[in-house]
């Protein structure tokens, strides 16, 4: 995100130099970007563990 954000902001501001009407990026953009994708991989990896940690080992070790 260290690389990706001033390299996506500063091509961004040069495509909307293009427009009549501009318009402006904030950093808090990208911020909230990043926390909602930071956010659903958390949700995501927690709910795994929490399925794999309540998991029968036994039934996953016998073979049918």
């Known amino acids: 995100m ?3 954000t001033p390299l996506t902001w500063y091509v961004m501001h040069q495509w909307l130099q293009g427009f009549a009407y501009r318009v402006g990026i904030n950093i808090w953009i990208f911020l909230a970007a990043g926390g909602v994708t930071v956010l659903i991989a ?3 990896v927690s709910g795994r563990a929490s399925l ?3 998991a029968n080992p036994v039934k996953s070790l016998r073979i049918d």
Do not use: E, G, Q, V
């Open 42 to 44: 958390m949700l995501t």
């Open 2 to 4: 260290l690389i990706s």
């Open 52 to 54: 794999a940690a309540r």
